[in-house]
């Protein structure tokens, strides 16, 4: 079955850094673009970045552009999220989330995500 | 970047009662819109993708209408396990933006 496992959460300090990874198992990861969102305590989803299949294709929030990268290492079957110069309003559960692609039509979803892993930025 | 709005950020009703969910794009996404359920504690999960498709597994009762900048999720009779906040997402472009977000109370 289908598993995402995020790690590397905790607590940091303004202006630090963290990678964030995202473990994957039971699908062809090389096959699947991957999603990193967040969610503030008590708030919305708030969607970070996007990574195809092969790395080669990258899109941010505008909010995070420069300030985090996503990466994937195939032969890990692995997706990170290096997030620097962090804030206090980075605090948030970290999700990744696979794409899935409806074939032919150019549409997707998030169709299997992790459990997340907590980032609380505080002095 | 397009912009989501979701109504109402809230709601209560009864079990067995019809439920309605509107999300609106600030500019044209055809049917690139998802649903998504997430319930106290846990990550979310699709229900609705390309609109009105019925995610493999999700309970009938669910379903999703529109195309352009309006749509609508329904659950046609609200259970007491429909406990949860709802999110549509725009996939039509980079940034893929969710809405605010609405939460049900049974």
């Known amino acids: 079955q289908v598993q995402l496992v995020e790690s590397g959460g905790g607590v940091v300090q303004p202006g630090r850094s963290l990678r964030l990874s995202c473990a994957a198992s039971g699908f062809t990861f090389n096959s699947y673009g991957m999603h990193w969102v967040r969610q503030a305590p008590g708030k919305g989803l708030d969607w970070l970045a996007v990574?195809?299949?092969?790395?080669?294709?990258?899109h941010y929030a505008d909010s995070v552009k420069g300030r985090f990268t996503i990466s994937r290492d195939n032969s890990r079957n692995t997706v990170f999220l290096q997030v620097n110069s962090l804030r206090a309003e980075d605090t948030a559960v970290y999700y990744c989330a696979r794409r899935k692609a409806v074939s032919g039509l150019g549409l997707e979803y998030l169709d299997y995500w992790g459990q997340g892993t907590l980032v609380t930025v505080s002095s | 970047d397009i912009q989501m709005t979701q109504s109402p950020s809230s709601l209560s009703a009864s079990v067995g009662d019809r439920v309605t969910i509107t999300c609106r794009a600030s500019?044209?996404?055809?049917?690139?819109l998802n649903w998504y359920q997430q319930k106290p504690g846990k990550a979310p999960r699709v229900l609705i993708y390309a609109a009105s498709t019925l995610q493999s597994g999700v309970p009938s009762r669910f379903s999703g209408s529109g195309s352009g900048t309006d749509f609508t999720l329904t659950i046609s009779s609200l259970q007491p396990e429909d406990l949860a906040a709802y999110f549509c997402?725009?996939?039509?472009?980079?940034?893929?933006?969710f809405g605010g977000g609405t939460k049900v109370e049974i």
């Open positions: 997402q725009q996939t039509y472009t980079p940034p893929l933006t």
């Open positions: 500019q044209d996404i055809s049917t690139y």
């Open positions: 990574i195809s299949y092969d790395g080669s294709t990258t």
